[in-house]
Nanobody, 123 residues
């Protein structure tokens, strides 16, 4: 059974840093795109960051460029999201997604999803 499990989310203050992890099991995702999305209360799910199968190309939403970094460790079948200089508007449930054809920025193109981890940034 394929499973993605996010971890690392917690309450932090503005300006703090967090590192989220997404551990995959059931299959390897070394040949698949991996992405992070987030959803704030009352808002639609939005793209945050993604990385291609090789780990050589990454993609970011304009709102997080320069602050967030996505990476992957294929040996561990894990993808990470390093979040620096966090802002209150970064608050939300962060979801890990994997695999699928299509644009990395569109959540509907991903085949597998984790249950999410809550990130709360206080001002």
């Amino acid at each position: 059974q394929v499973q993605l499990v996010e971890s690392g989310g917690r309450l932090v203050q503005a300006g703090d840093s967090l590192r989220l992890s997404c551990a995959a099991s059931g299959r390897t995702f070394s040949n698949a795109k991996m992405g992070w999305f987030r959803q704030a209360p009352g808002k639609e799910r939005e793209f945050v960051a993604a990385i291609n199968w090789s780990g050589l190309n990454d993609y970011y939403a304009d709102s997080v460029k320069g602050r967030f970094t996505i990476s992957r460790d294929n040996a561990k079948n894990t993808v990470y999201l390093q979040m620096n200089s966090l802002k209150p508007e970064d608050t939300g449930v962060y979801y890990c997604a994997a695999d699928g054809a299509g644009l990395v920025t569109e959540w509907k193109t991903y085949h597998y999803w984790g249950q999410g981890t809550q990130v709360t940034v206080s001002s």
